[in-house]
């Protein structure tokens, strides 16, 4: 027929008695490919239209692109451009660019395109997702513009060129890259975004070191939001070509509205050539492969591959169903049935998973001052936020469940009198909940923030009225509300769950209750008995469905106790919860998650010791867990107590992948990505916290960090005002404001910090430490001590013993920094002569200080206690212990095997880690290479630390990388350039102490080379 006249169609269709339901679709289908090609071909249609592209790359290695993009080499050429490898030479790290050819970026319409993809991509957070940073524009005035999209630099090779490579994939091979393929997608669609052009060419397998496997999504240039109002003109339209013709669903192929279940056709078309090495419905033409989707059922791979396993033929035909109300439910059911089919095969639990390849851990302030650990956030047993469509009821299996329904949890309804059955059973209501990625609860934070918004008080009572109220505003789903009462026999304990947009009621179930001590048993009950009620499946109830009298504790006591810790932390930090959490534990000494907590606790305070305690006994009980509350407490114990940092990331990626929509490992990873200087990944995680979770104050305090690290105090300040804004009050929000202050040189401001902070608990101890730092950066050694001083008294006042030593370290090493060896042993002697001497930081900072002024015989005492206590620990062991063998190596006159020992830190020059980052490495490393006479090394690597002026900021090294700058030029000859690093100094050190004896030697340095 593509040889007829179209005039000739309607004869030749009568002539063969087509069916008519058929020939509507032949017809449309045949009107489609004489129009303009549409889908059949278009890309490669257009792109030939608009010329050959076998012409030289159009950028040449070394050209900067927008002042920031170093050009390295060229990678391929398409249809709509040029790719190549590039650096971010502002975040000095490796990207690729996608130059779009000037014909296509001056198109109408595309412009538009380029953005959406950005605007899109940026939207799925996913390991399994290329991530797309941004769009730029850059002019050339002898070429004219380029613009190109910078974005995740891959290395290796498409999915198609594999299978034509190799043909068919082995099944193990086959069902790592489809299972995480699938996960991907299904974050995308949680998202709400269609992809609409998923096909072997737009994965992207990468292999790492140890063989394991990575398959990546790309092209989000084809996606589209289901909640975009363009996508109605879209689909209502007859233009087809978006999308791959081989790679097509029906209803993409007719123009119709497309939904979820294209991409998972879509999917199950990759399925089957990965795994038979041929197309499914193949054809001489794409218009009668097109046609046979139409007329033929789903064919079975197993017919072109006799030894695959019948459960391929199960998974495919169900993805290849013509009707997408009969296909999978989604793109989480389709690695679940995987996963099912690999684990009857190999009698395993479940597919493996891919390590990430990311190393980090937690934030810090990045003074030597303390140490200020911002780690696990999520303040509330409940869990926190997600997004997604209330759905029909889905049949579930045994992978994961999406988190398909948003909840508000409303107070309990208590008519017993008895106050203890408030909070505490809802706390245990949302741990019995959380455990199940099929319902999502709304965070508390949300909640708090919505209130606001509905001009009533952050403390209100969620009522059922109020709690339909938030549901409605904040695009939930159900509200599950439970109630209590007395009965002649003892209680009525049940829940109700109603529908937010109309409030009729779903379900309801209760139970009654003879004892007192039953009623935590009893709400577990109905909480498991109400999960059906809202679609969940029995197999998915049955995997998650711990009881709470081993998920958390039998004592209703112990839940009280914990749930008047929640609040405390909530509304007034770590120091006011401490109290309940341990009187948890002392009720219920197996009570995981309470141990859990209080290590948090201790850790955000700084106590490493007392943390580290804590999460042992957390981990020791972590079968007796959820498996939410697993990955907190697995995670927190490799992040405080090993600090195996690869196993920390390895649960983080296993935690995402269960609950992909979950801020508590979103905000840890970005943590995590801080630790090597990956600000991109660390602040779009917290963007991504702040968009689900606004008013969770602690990463208003977090991206404000980012942002100054970089060197961004603008865009810092907009965050930090925002957090203003929302009346959110957090120490690390106090203390950031006072280093925006610093950056600025805003002394009123610190001032008026300093003169405030006993407002706030926990921040007064932690400003007067910085204030500390800032003194003795600018010479003010005295004033410095007596800062140093004051903030040990306070810590120590209120119960902090390792965080008072910490402060009396640190400003033991940086009076060793600055030259004044005899106080710094003074202090460093009574930070070790406390009952915290064996913290891990105490310990840290010492040592430094002994390294420092020369004093090896106790630096390397407390070296080996340290490695002999942390033997996996990824800082200790990569890091700081490197730079104590180099600062010992150096001030035994030995600079060459200071320069040997630090190899290997260069990775963590930028990062943010405790106890603090001055980029120590980098420093030490300057005066090393300028000890071995070569000062232009010396001078790049002083010129790093000025360069990041954000991150090291009141550091000690700020000032002396200036002063190891000048004297790096000064060897070099370049004495113009010294005198003015020396001036620069001295602007530094204009008020310092005068018997500040650096200064004097300086002086002496600068009058020498006049």
Same mark, same amino acid.
């Given at each position: 027929?593509?040889?007829?006249?179209?005039?000739?169609?309607?004869?030749?269709?009568?002539?063969?008695?087509?069916?008519?339901?058929?020939?509507?679709?032949? %017809?449309?289908?045949?009107?489609?490919?004489?129009? @303009?090609?549409?889908?059949?071909?278009?890309?490669?249609?257009?792109?030939?239209?608009?010329?050959?592209?076998?012409?030289?790359?159009?950028?040449?290695?070394?050209?900067?692109?927008?002042?920031?993009?170093?050009?390295?080499?060229?990678?391929?050429?398409?249809?709509?451009?040029?790719?190549?490898?590039?650096?971010?030479?502002?975040?000095?790290?490796?990207?690729?660019?996608?130059?779009?050819?000037?014909?296509?970026?001056?198109?109408?319409?595309?412009?538009?395109?380029?953005?959406?993809?950005?605007?899109?991509?940026?939207?799925?957070?996913?390991?399994?997702?290329?991530?797309?940073?941004?769009?730029?524009?850059?002019?050339?005035? #002898?070429?004219?513009?380029?613009?190109?999209?910078?974005?995740?630099?891959?290395?290796?090779?498409?999915?198609?060129?594999?299978?034509?490579?190799?043909?068919?994939?082995?099944?193990?091979?086959?069902?790592?890259?489809?299972?995480?393929?699938?996960?991907?997608?299904?974050?995308?669609?949680?998202?709400?975004?269609?992809?609409?052009?998923?096909?072997?060419?737009?994965?992207?397998?990468?292999?790492?070191?140890?063989?394991?496997?990575? #398959?990546?999504?790309?092209?989000?240039?084809? @996606?589209?939001?289901?909640?975009?109002?363009?996508?109605?003109?879209?689909?209502?339209?007859?233009?087809?070509?978006?999308?791959?013709?081989?790679?097509?669903?029906?209803?993409?192929?007719?123009?119709? %509205?497309?939904?979820?279940?294209?991409?998972?056709?879509?999917?199950?078309?990759?399925?089957?050539?990965?795994?038979?090495?041929?197309?499914?419905?193949?054809?001489?033409?794409?218009?009668?492969?097109?046609?046979?989707?139409?007329?033929?059922?789903?064919?079975?791979?197993?017919?072109?591959?006799?030894?695959?396993?019948?459960?391929?033929?199960?998974?495919?035909?169900?993805?290849?169903?013509?009707?997408?109300?009969?296909?999978?439910?989604?793109?989480?059911?389709?690695? #679940?049935?995987?996963?099912? @089919?690999?684990?009857?095969?190999?009698?395993?639990?479940?597919?493996?998973?891919?390590?990430?390849?990311?190393?980090?851990?937690?934030?810090?302030?990045?003074?030597?001052?303390?140490?200020?650990?911002?780690?696990?956030?999520?303040?509330?047993?409940?869990?926190?936020?997600?997004?997604? #469509?209330?759905?029909?009821?889905?049949?579930?299996?045994?992978?994961?469940?999406?988190?398909?329904?948003?909840?508000?949890?409303?107070?309990?309804?208590?008519?017993?009198?008895?106050?203890?059955?408030?909070?505490?059973?809802?706390?245990?209501?949302?741990?019995?909940?959380?455990?199940?990625?099929?319902?999502?609860?709304?965070?508390?934070?949300?909640?708090?923030?919505?209130?606001?918004?509905?001009?009533?008080?952050?403390?209100?009572?969620?009522?059922?009225?109020?709690?339909?109220?938030?549901?409605?505003?904040?695009?939930?789903?159900?509200?599950?509300?439970?109630?209590?009462?007395?009965?002649?026999?003892?209680?009525?304990?049940?829940?109700?769950?109603?529908?937010?947009?109309?409030?009729?009621?779903?379900?309801?179930?209760?139970?009654?209750?003879?004892?007192?001590?039953?009623?935590?048993?009893?709400?577990?009950?109905?909480?498991?008995?109400?999960?059906?009620?809202?679609?969940?499946?029995?197999?998915?109830?049955?995997?998650?469905?711990?009881?709470?009298?081993?998920?958390?504790?039998?004592?209703?006591? @112990?839940?009280?106790?914990?749930?008047?810790?929640?609040?405390?932390?909530?509304?007034?930090? %770590?120091?006011?919860?401490?109290?309940?959490?341990?009187?948890?534990?002392?009720?219920?000494?197996?009570?995981?998650?309470?141990?859990?907590?209080?290590?948090?606790?201790?850790?955000?305070?700084?106590?490493?010791?007392?943390?580290? %305690?804590?999460?042992?006994?957390?981990?020791?009980?972590?079968?007796?867990?959820?498996?939410?509350?697993?990955?907190?407490?697995?995670?927190?114990?490799?992040?405080?107590?090993?600090?195996?940092?690869?196993?920390?990331?390895?649960?983080?990626?296993?935690?995402?992948?269960?609950?992909?929509?979950?801020?508590?490992?979103?905000?840890?990873?970005?943590?995590?990505?801080?630790?090597?200087?990956?600000?991109?990944?660390?602040?779009?995680?917290?963007?991504?916290?702040?968009?689900?979770?606004?008013?969770?104050?602690?990463?208003?305090?977090?991206?404000?960090?980012?942002?100054?690290?970089?060197?961004?105090?603008?865009?810092?300040?907009?965050?930090?005002?925002?957090?203003?804004?929302?009346?959110?009050?957090?120490?690390?929000?106090?203390?950031?404001?006072?280093?925006?202050?610093?950056?600025?040189?805003?002394?009123?401001?610190?001032?008026?910090?300093?003169?405030?902070?006993a407002q706030f608990p926990g921040v007064e101890d932690a400003l007067l430490a910085q204030q500390a730092a800032t003194d003795d950066r600018a010479g003010l050694l005295v004033a410095g001590s007596n800062f140093a001083a004051k903030a040990a008294s306070i810590a120590a006042r209120i119960g902090a013993t390792e965080t008072s030593a910490n402060w009396l370290a640190g400003e033991a090493l940086r009076q060793a920094e600055m030259g004044q060896p005899d106080h710094a042993r003074r202090l460093a002697t009574l930070a070790l002569s406390t009952p915290a001497a064996q913290g891990?930081?105490?310990?840290?900072?010492?040592?430094?200080?002994?390294?420092?002024?020369?004093?090896?015989?106790?630096?390397?005492?407390?070296?080996?206690?340290?490695?002999?206590?942390?033997?996996?620990?990824?800082?200790?062991?990569?890091?700081?212990?490197?730079?104590?063998?180099?600062?010992?190596?150096?001030?035994?006159?030995?600079?060459r095997q200071a320069i040997a020992a630090l190899q290997g830190t260069e990775a963590y020059d930028l990062g943010i880690f405790t106890p603090g980052q001055c980029m120590d490495a980098a420093y030490t490393r300057g005066q090393a290479l300028l000890a071995e006479h070569q000062p232009a090394a010396a001078a790049a690597a002083f010129r790093l630390i000025l360069e990041h002026r954000g991150l090291v900021l009141n550091c000690p090294t700020s000032a002396l990388a200036q002063l190891g700058l000048a004297r790096s030029l000064a060897q070099a000859g370049d004495t113009a350039s010294?005198?003015?690093?020396?001036?620069?100094?001295?602007?530094?050190?204009?008020?310092?102490?005068?018997?500040?004896?650096?200064?004097?030697?300086?002086?002496?340095?600068?009058r020498a080379i006049r």
């Open positions: 027929m593509l040889d007829m006249e179209p005039s000739e169609w309607p004869g030749f269709l009568d002539q063969q008695e087509v069916p008519l339901g058929l020939r509507a679709i032949l %017809e449309d289908l045949l009107h489609a490919h004489e129009e @303009a090609g549409s889908f059949l071909g278009a890309r490669e249609l257009f792109a030939a239209s608009l010329g050959a592209v076998s012409m030289p790359s159009r950028i040449q290695p070394g050209a900067l692109l927008a002042d920031r993009f170093k050009v390295i080499r060229f990678c391929a050429r398409g249809g709509m451009g040029e790719v190549y490898e590039a650096e971010d030479l502002e975040l000095r790290m490796p990207v690729a660019i996608k130059a779009i050819r000037p014909e296509i970026a001056d198109y109408p319409g595309m412009l538009t395109r380029f953005k959406r993809e950005v605007h899109l991509a940026r939207q799925v957070t996913h390991p399994n997702v290329c991530r797309i940073f941004d769009i730029f524009r850059h002019h050339d005035p #002898a070429a004219g513009d380029v613009l190109f999209l910078t974005m995740e630099l891959l290395s290796g090779q498409t999915l198609a060129e594999r299978i034509h490579q190799h043909g068919k994939l082995p099944e193990a091979e086959a069902v790592t890259i489809l299972a995480q393929v699938a996960s991907a997608l299904g974050a995308a669609h949680s998202a709400g975004i269609l992809h609409r052009d998923l096909k072997p060419g737009n994965i992207v397998i990468e292999t790492g070191r140890n063989g394991e496997m990575r #398959a990546v999504i790309t092209d989000f240039g084809m @996606a589209w939001s289901r909640d975009s109002s363009a996508l109605n003109a879209l689909t209502a339209s007859r233009q087809l070509a978006f999308g791959t013709p081989e790679f097509m669903s029906p209803e993409q192929i007719e123009g119709r %509205e497309l939904t979820p279940a294209s991409d998972i056709y879509c999917l199950g078309l990759v399925a089957y050539l990965t795994i038979t090495g041929v197309r499914a419905f193949d054809a001489d033409s794409q218009l009668f492969s097109a046609l046979r989707r139409f007329t033929e059922p789903p064919p079975l791979p197993s017919r072109a591959r006799s030894d695959l396993d019948p459960g391929w033929d199960r998974l495919i035909s169900r993805c290849l169903e013509r009707d997408p109300a009969r296909r999978l439910a989604s793109a989480t059911e389709f690695a #679940a049935l995987l996963a099912d @089919a690999e684990n009857k095969k190999h009698h395993r639990p479940g597919l493996a998973r891919r390590k990430s390849a990311h190393v980090s851990r937690r934030y810090t302030n990045r003074s030597k001052n303390y140490t200020r650990l911002v780690l696990p956030i999520a303040a509330s047993v409940v869990v926190l936020a997600a997004f997604a #469509a209330f759905s029909v009821q889905r049949r579930r299996h045994r992978h994961p469940p999406a988190a398909d329904i948003n909840v508000v949890l409303a107070d309990f309804v208590n008519t017993t009198g008895e106050p203890a059955f408030d909070r505490p059973l809802n706390i245990a209501l949302a741990a019995k909940l959380q455990q199940t990625p099929f319902l999502t609860l709304m965070p508390e934070q949300k909640i708090r923030l919505a209130l606001r918004y509905m001009s009533q008080s952050d403390h209100e009572r969620l009522t059922r009225k109020v709690a339909l109220q938030v549901c409605q505003r904040e695009a939930g789903q159900v509200v599950i509300q439970g109630f209590i009462s007395n009965s002649p026999t003892g209680y009525i304990i049940g829940l109700r769950a109603l529908q937010c947009s109309s409030g009729k009621l779903i379900a309801v179930q209760q139970v009654p209750v003879e004892f007192r001590d039953s009623v935590l048993d009893a709400l577990d009950h109905v909480a498991e008995a109400i999960r059906p009620n809202l679609g969940e499946s029995t197999e998915s109830i049955r995997r998650y469905d711990v009881p709470l009298s081993e998920a958390t504790t039998p004592s209703l006591e @112990a839940v009280t106790a914990f749930a008047q810790g929640t609040q405390a932390w909530n509304e007034q930090g %770590e120091a006011a919860a401490l109290p309940f959490f341990l009187h948890a534990t002392e009720i219920d000494p197996n009570f995981a998650m309470a141990y859990a907590r209080l290590g948090t606790v201790y850790g955000n305070m700084g106590e490493t010791r007392r943390a580290n %305690e804590a999460m042992q006994q957390a981990f020791d009980r972590r079968d007796r867990v959820t498996e939410w509350e697993r990955f907190y407490i697995v995670s927190h114990y490799y992040g405080f107590v090993t600090g195996q940092v690869d196993k920390e990331m390895e649960t983080y990626e296993k935690w995402a992948t269960a609950y992909p929509h979950d801020m508590a490992w979103t905000i840890n990873l970005s943590v995590d990505y801080a630790l090597t200087g990956q600000y991109d990944k660390a602040i779009e995680l917290q963007r991504r916290a702040i968009r689900e979770t606004p008013g969770l104050s602690p990463s208003y305090g977090n991206l404000a960090q980012l942002f100054l690290a970089i060197d961004r105090p603008d865009e810092a300040r907009s965050v930090l005002d925002q957090a203003r804004q929302l009346n959110l009050q957090d120490v690390n929000i106090q203390l950031d404001e006072y280093e925006l202050a610093f950056y600025a040189d805003d002394k009123s401001t610190m001032n008026r910090l300093l003169a405030s902070a891990t930081d105490v310990q840290l900072l010492t040592a430094l200080a002994f390294a420092y002024f020369g004093d090896a015989e106790h630096a390397q005492t407390l070296m080996r206690q340290l490695s002999a206590a942390h033997p996996l620990d990824t800082l200790i062991q990569s890091y700081w212990l490197p730079i104590l063998r180099a600062r010992i190596a150096y001030s035994a006159g030995h600079p010294a005198r003015t690093a020396y001036q620069d100094l001295f602007a530094f050190w204009k008020d310092a102490d005068k018997s500040f004896h650096l200064r004097k030697l300086a002086l002496a340095e600068y």
